[in-house]
């Protein structure tokens, strides 16, 4: 059986990156002959298997034909004949189009190697047009491989532009975005994911992001040297966005990543404004659901801090207020359950009196 590592395996090998996953190519087998080999099915669209021992995935080489709008329109041909560079001619960029065998030995047809060596994305050919989601694919890779200074071919960004102004982008899944969005947001440098996405055009499809993106963009740049920090970097790209919501159903966004956001963002205009009315702050905060789950509310102010909108005195004041309101107690005997609310709100109102130029 031929088969050969391909794809990102290949690519951050050669980069002396980590990796953990690898995905193979398999040429010259079918369907009938895979399952023959212990091989478990698992492709809905087209063939993908398990090893049977490594449980690693094995897909049979491919052609890709476009039948209709967006990423999810495609027919493919997965004969036994389809040829190793017919299948490396259907990805995306060069770097992601090397493969490697049994022994080691690369093949490389169209210049992947060359192109890791200038720190070069370009275009593998015309068909990368025909996915809208590698727009997404491609702002995700300048994120993952800033460190290494790569940068965009000026014919590979004229294909990007194009691209963007075609109304394709709008047939794309939701949470497809979303699942690119998610991988740029843990790397390091996950503000070169949204400056590509600006420089070509596409950031449009982020309701609300373009209109705070310049202030948004800086603080998101003091988050550069951290990884896995997805609700942060979320959080502080949509912050003071009137449209976050309207954004989060579109692409899927999971409950707890919006969560984070809107407690950040809550917290960020109680905080911008010079005189805090008490009711107000008090209904933020149950809005916060601060009473019963105060980490969120607690993160998000050493996040302010770290991106110095907050001074480190200011945020201990503010954790010492909020640890003094919450021990805020009422006697509730022979109380009914709104007189009870009401008792503890009165009272909590009066601790944020008392409190409230310390803050």
Known sequence: MKYYLVGGAVRDKLLNLPFSEKDYVVVGETNESMLKKGFISVGKKFPVYLHPKTKEEYALARKEIKTG???????????????????????????NAIAKDESGKLYD??????????????????????????????????????????????????????MSLNNE???????????ETQKALSYKNSSKYFATLKKIGALKYFDGIEKTYSKNLKFLKKMDNETNMVLEKWAIINLNSNHAEILERKIRVPNKITNFRKTLNELFQIIKKKNINEKKLLTSLNKMNFFRNESYLLDSLDLLQKLKIISSKKNKNWKSFLKELK??????????????????????????????NDL
């Open 109 to 162: 047809p169209f210049g992947g190697i060359k192109d890791l060596k200038d720190r070069r994305i370009r275009v593998v050919s015309k068909a990368f047009s025909e996915d809208p989601l590698r727009l997404f694919r491609v702002a995700r890779f300048k994120s993952k491989l800033a460190d290494f200074n790569f940068s965009i071919s000026r014919d590979s960004l004229k294909v990007l532009k194009k």
């Open 169 to 179: 982008i709008n047939f794309l899944s939701g949470e497809r975005i979303w699942d």
């Open 69 to 95: 709008k967006g990423h999810k329109n495609f027919s493919f041909n997965t004969k036994s004949n389809v040829s190793l560079n017919e299948d490396l001619k259907r990805r995306d960029i060069t770097i």
């Open 327 to 356: 021990k805020v107690k009422v006697k509730t005997s022979g109380l009914r359950a709104e007189e009870i609310k009401e008792k503890i709100f009165n009272k909590r109102l009066k601790a944020i009196q008392d409190k409230k």
